[in-house]
């Protein structure tokens, strides 16, 4: 036959090629399967991980709600305070002994 050559084990050189060719997919698919399988383990890390990120926000946001709800209610009651005029006298006596208290720790700090 004059197309075709053959080599020792008498296969011609085209079948030859076609199985290393053939073997060499399936060393290509199995790397795929790898990486495939590898990707989908990725994927539900970051499927796991962002469910608990979602799940810490929820809980986050009803205890920021909570916060909301007390600051709320302080504001308030010191609204109730300052308006009435002794305790707005009381107030500021208090901020001037805080504020005198600071200036007597950062001088004596120097």
């Given at each position: ?47 796991k ?19 909301g ?37 950062y001088?004596?700090?120097?």
């Amino acid at each position: 036959m004059l197309g075709t050559s053959r080599d020792r084990r008498g296969l011609s050189r085209d079948k030859v090629d076609i199985e290393s060719m053939e073997q060499e997919n399936d060393r290509e698919l199995d790397h795929l399967a790898d990486r495939v399988a590898l990707l989908k383990n990725v994927t539900h890390g970051i499927n796991k991980e962002v469910n608990d990120q979602h799940k810490l926000l929820e809980n986050m946001d009803g205890s920021f709600a909570s916060v909301g709800g007390l600051m709320s209610a302080v504001t308030d009651k010191f609204r109730a305070v300052y308006n009435d005029k002794a305790n707005k006298r009381l107030i500021y006596g208090a901020v001037a002994v805080a504020a005198g208290l600071f200036l007597v720790w950062y001088f004596m700090l120097r």
